[in-house]
């Protein structure tokens, strides 16, 4: 049986961890509420630069360009967007699942990675995988010159060596106690399916100036940049949320473990003045 002193030694311990767990809450809850308003900003964006560029692509060839070029589905590349710190529950390990259960489904060990964050790098260095490109210390001021000089590596990467397609792996941010694994084709760019009123829209002729490739030459890296500062900022979010989520419950959990051991000092406290008292009585009976 422990005894007094040790008790109220690891009850201080474990109050000194919920303090720390209760701060890094809030830490983790300021900086989600800012990633969350860049969200909110960049979700629009991306949606109707994709929506343009897609307007414009149904009056091209999509094979004069290489970012449109569709080729197949068989030498591809991944981007991983992870966390560079732990402390936010099973938000790294889904990440890393889901990638390796799609590297399974390709069977093939030639391919390449692209890794963000230093969870990510340190677990695929371990396991050998091929990495072209490694990032760290991004988070949490993400900035789009970030996703600029991602998107850059990439494209040149995709041009370089005829892939067939990248897809990006990141955490998608719903809501604070809601975070979903997404796996999307980055490029080439694909296409959407728009209403039947908006497809009476697009369907009208567009003069371009200088010429369609020169504009799909400046818009489509833009499109790329975009899109990858938008995974960005959903991995922040959701690296915060899913930090705040596990320090909530580590902070709950270390009242609960001082509530218990405080209850075990106490019986063993009046266990030993029980004893006491006990001894006290015998020994005046015995004197009597």
């Given amino acids: ?15 000194n961890t919920q303090q720390i767990t209760r701060a890094m809450k809030m830490v983790a809850a300021a900086r989600m ?6 969200i909110l900003s960049a979700r629009p964006y991306a949606v109707k630069m994709l929506e343009v560029l897609n307007s414009l692509a149904a009056r091209v060839d999509r094979s004069t360009h290489p970012l449109l070029e569709v080729r197949g589905d068989d030498n591809v590349e991944v981007l991983l967007i992870t966390a560079d ?7 790294n390990a889904n990440l890393i699942r889901t990638a390796l259960d799609f590297l399974a489904e390709r069977s093939r060990p030639d391919i390449g990675m692209h890794l963000v964050g230093r969870k990510g790098r340190d677990f695929f260095r371990r396991q050998h995988f091929k990495i072209y490109s490694e990032y760290t210390q991004l988070f949490p001021n993400v900035a789009y010159e970030h996703a600029a000089r991602i998107g850059r590596e990439i494209i040149a990467g995709y041009k370089a060596a005829k892939l067939d397609a990248i897809y990006v792996i990141y955490n998608q941010f719903i809501s604070t106690l809601s975070q979903k694994v997404v796996c999307e084709k980055l490029l ?11 497809k009476m829209h697009t369907a009208r002729e567009y003069i371009f100036e200088p010429t369609s ?13 975009i899109q990858i500062y938008r995974a960005l900022l959903e991995s922040a979010a959701s690296e915060n949320a899913a ?3 596990a320090m909530e419950n580590a902070t709950n959990n270390a ?3 001082i509530d218990h051991l405080t209850l075990v000092m106490n019986r063993i406290r009046q266990d030993k003045i029980t004893r006491e008292i006990i001894e006290v009585v015998s020994g005046a009976q015995a004197l009597d």
């Avoid at 509420?33 to 860049?38: D, I, L, S, V």
């Avoid at 080439?188 to 908006?198: C, K, L, M, R, S």
């Avoid at 490739?213 to 940049?225: A, G, K």
């Fill in 213 to 225: 490739r020169s504009i799909m030459n400046e818009l489509l890296p833009r499109h790329v940049n």
């Fill in 85 to 91: 710190r732990g402390l936010c529950g099973s938000f």
């Fill in 255 to 257: 009242a609960e473990l």
């Fill in 188 to 198: 080439p760019i694909g296409e959407i399916e728009f209403p039947d009123e908006e």
């Fill in 1 to 15: 049986m422990p005894n007094l002193i040790d008790l109220r030694r690891r009850i201080k311990s474990v109050r």
């Fill in 33 to 38: 509420r800012r990633t969350q308003e860049g």
């Fill in 243 to 245: 930090r705040m989520t």
